[in-house]
C-alpha cells in the first residue's frame, strides 16, 4: 500500500456499504492451507524482509522465489522487466492458466512482492503474495472459461518507485497496448490484520457525512474490504456476492469517487488509468492497523485463521469470474 501523496478531500456521495456474511461457518478448514500461508508470509517478511529498493538483489530473489513457488505448480512463469532498457529496475512475476471457450478474456488477479524500506512487510504485502499463491495453487490444474492470470508486481511502494516505474504500471500499460481484454483485475493488498475491539476502524472520510447519507460502516475492523470506484460497481458487487456465497469471510464493499485519494493506493490503480475495471481487497491498511509501514509488521501480529477464511472466499470469486454464465 502506498502512502499518502495527496490529502484527501472527502466527498461525500459515498456509495453503498453494507456488511456480509459471518466468518467461518460451514468450513472445511484446512491446517495444510494455513500452515502454507503462514510459511509464505514467513518467508517474505523474514527470509526477504529487505526486498526493497535499497537491496535490489534481495527484492529480486523475492520475486525469484515467487516465480519458483509459481513454477511448483505446474505454470509457464514469465518475468517482465519493468523497463526494457533499465533491467536493473526490476521485474514482475507471471504465470497464466490459460482460458477453454473464452481465452482471450483475462481475469487478472495481482500482489506487489515489494516491502516499504524498513519494514518487513508481512501484512503489506506479504499476506497479498501469500494470499495470491495459494489461489494460484488451487486453480493449477483446473483451467477455467476465462483466462486467469496472476501477476506478482514489483515496485509498489513509493519508495520503490522512485525514478523508474511501478511494476503495475509497466504491466497494465502493456497490457493496454496490446489491446488486452482484462475483464476484471484484483489487487490483493493487505489481507491479514484483523481487530475485534470496538473503534479499532477508521475511515478515510466523514463518518457523520457517510451516515447521512445512508451508509452503515462498521467501526470494528474485523472484515475484509471489497473498494473501488462508482465506475467499479458492477463488478464489486459481483465479487463481494461471491466472497459472502463462501460465508468463509466478513465482507464490506464500497464503490467510492474517484476523487478519495486513498482508494487509489495500490496496483489496481495503474488498471483504472489503463482503462479497465478494477478492485483492492484489503484490510484497509493504515485505517485499522498501527503496525503499517513500521518495523513492527511482523508475522505475529495477523491473523491466519481470517486470512485462509478470505482466501476461501476469494477462490469462489474467482472461479466465479472466470466462468460463463449460461446466458454469456
Ligand atoms: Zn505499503
Not at 194 to 206: C, L
Not at 231 to 254: G, T
Amino acid at each position: 500500500m502506498r502512502y499518502w501523496m495527496y490529502f484527501t478531500i472527502t466527498v461525500l456521495l459515498l456509495g453503498g456499504c453494507t456488511a456480509g456474511s459471518q466468518v467461518g461457518s460451514q468450513a472445511q478448514t484446512s491446517q495444510s492451507n494455513r500452515e502454507r500461508l503462514y510459511d509464505d508470509v514467513r518467508m517474505l517478511s523474514e527470509t526477504f524482509a529487505q526486498r526493497n529498493t535499497n537491496h535490489r538483489g534481495v527484492l529480486n530473489d523475492a520475486g525469484t522465489w515467487v516465480g519458483d513457488r509459481l513454477a511448483s505448480m505446474g505454470y509457464v512463469v514469465n518475468l517482465e522487466q519493468v523497463n526494457k532498457q533499465k533491467p536493473e529496475r526490476g521485474f514482475n512475476v507471471i504465470a497464466e492458466l490459460r482460458g477453454t471457450t473464452r481465452p482471450e478474456e483475462i481475469v487478472l488477479i495481482g500482489a506487489h512482492y515489494d516491502a516499504e524500506i524498513d519494514t518487513p512487510g508481512a501484512d503489506d504485502n506479504a499476506s497479498g503474495v501469500a494470499a495470491m499463491l495459494e489461489l494460484a495453487r488451487r486453480f493449477a490444474d483446473a483451467p477455467m472459461d476465462r483466462t486467469v492470470r496472476w501477476v506478482g508486481f514489483t515496485n509498489e511502494e513509493n519508495s520503490n518507485s522512485k525514478g523508474g516505474v511501478m511494476g503495475s504500471f509497466a504491466h497494465a500499460r502493456e497490457a493496454k497496448n496490446r489491446n488486452e481484454s482484462i475483464v476484471a483485475m484484483m489487487s490483493l493488498e493487505m489481507l491479514g490484520f484483523y481487530d475485534e475491539t470496538p473503534g479499532s476502524q477508521q475511515y478515510p472520510f466523514d463518518q457523520s457525512m457517510a451516515a447521512r447519507l445512508g451508509m452503515d460502516l462498521p467501526d470494528t475492523g474485523d472484515f475484509i474490504g471489497v473498494v473501488g470506484r462508482f465506475e467499479d460497481r458492477r463488478l464489486i458487487d459481483a465479487i463481494s456476492a461471491s466472497m459472502r456465497a463462501s460465508e468463509r469471510a466478513n465482507v464490506v464493499d464500497a464503490a467510492l469517487p474517484a476523487m478519495v485519494r486513498a482508494i487509489w493506493r495500490s496496483d489496481h490503480g495503474n488498471f483504472w488509468l489503463a482503462g479497465y475495471n478494477a478492485v483492492m481487497i484489503t484490510d484497509t491498511s493504515e485505517f485499522r492497523t498501527p503496525h503499517y509501514h513500521m518495523p513492527s509488521d511482523t508475522i505475529e501480529t495477523l491473523d491466519f485463521e481470517r486470512m485462509e477464511g478470505v482466501v476461501d472466499a476469494l477462490e469462489v470469486a474467482i472461479r466465479d469470474l472466470a466462468t460463463l454464465s449460461p446466458d454469456e
